[in-house]
């Protein structure tokens, strides 16, 4: 096996040890507030979450191309195989980290992030496609603060037309409904996250000249869907926790209209080929959801911790990412 083919190799198989992390590291922002109101027994949901991120993953690309170009160009990067080694370790070793201590990061960020200062370290600042790095940046950053007013609108109209209906009436009928936005949530998750690991991938087969598009082969889709999918039936015990009971006591209308507005934003981003963090739409939608119901009710603090951890996350895998190149290159 020659040198550039074990390098392409090494890339696909830390892409999908990435995809599988992402898996069980984001299962929680599909199925923690069906969870958490008992909706749905906890292995249900995650197989439920396996079958539909799957689905999702097979069925969008805009995504993957935006990844795998708008950072850089990879036919022009000499290096971009060694740049995309340096990404993957330092979002693979972030993710590890957040999901150790329970906090629900954004994959999106660490990933986007990393990318950005292996090819400023690795190639130069002249190779970063600034504009389009700006863009998905924006993209990120919008994302949570459209999550957060969308969920508070929803939750304050279902407090609206349902005021006048029994509690336990109510929380009934939309614990039975969030088996479907689980399900929805979990395939829209599909349809943005798994398309980041197809989109590094086709770089790197940019890279190496096995392809001169950014088109994604049907093999690397079938890879990234099946790598997440199999992630996802791990599950993420610990930020389930952190997302459907610490952030405010969620019951069944609340956990259904952060599923449904998560979802909405997610596909929406999904349909404008932008990536943006799961994590960062369904927390900011329960925190929204949260707010509408009684502002006093969400847990603030905590809150905090997870928005910093959001801030934090770009520059610290971005240093990561190049500090990584420096030494293995």
Not at 16 to 30: E, Q
């Amino acid at each position: 096996m020659d040198t550039s083919l074990l390098i392409i190799v090494i890339v696909i198989i830390l892409a999908l040890a990435f995809d599988f992390i992402n898996g069980f590291h984001d299962t929680a922002n599909a199925i923690a507030t069906s969870v958490s109101t008992r909706a749905l027994k906890p292995r249900t949901a995650i197989m439920l979450a396996a079958v539909m991120n799957f689905l999702g993953a097979i069925m969008f690309t805009g995504v993957a191309k935006t990844i795998g170009g708008s950072v850089a160009d990879p036919a022009k990067l000499d290096n971009g195989l060694e740049v995309l080694i340096a990404t993957l370790l330092a979002a693979i070793i972030w993710n590890l980290i957040t999901w150790w201590f329970g906090i629900p990061s954004s994959s999106s960020h660490a990933l986007i992030g990393a990318l950005a200062g292996a090819v400023f370290v690795g190639a130069g600042s002249e190779k970063l496609n600034w504009s389009g790095f700006r863009t998905i940046i924006e993209g990120l950053l919008l994302s949570p603060v459209i999550a957060f007013v969308v969920g508070y609108i929803i939750m304050m109209l279902l407090k609206w037309i349902f005021a006048k209906r029994s509690p336990h009436t109510v929380n009934k009928g939309f614990r039975t409904m969030q088996i479907v936005t689980a399900a929805i949530q979990s395939f829209t998750h599909g349809t943005n996250d798994a398309q980041k690991a197809m989109g590094i991938i086709t770089f790197a087969l940019v890279t190496a000249e096995y392809q001169n598009h950014m088109e994604v082969p049907l093999w690397v889709k079938l890879s990234a869907a099946t790598a997440m999918a199999l992630g996802t039936s791990i599950g993420g015990w610990k930020i389930i926790k952190t997302m459907g009971t610490k952030i405010f006591k969620i019951e069944p209308i609340n956990g259904f209209a952060a599923d449904i507005t998560g979802a909405s934003v997610i596909f929406s981003a999904t349909m404008l080929h932008l990536p943006v963090s799961t994590t960062h739409a369904i927390t900011s939608a329960i925190l929204g959801v949260g707010s509408a119901k009684r502002f006093s009710a969400v847990r603030w603090s905590l809150a905090g911790r997870i928005v910093i951890a959001w801030f934090i996350t770009i520059p610290i895998v971005a240093v990561l990412s190049g500090l990584i190149y420096k030494l293995l290159f």
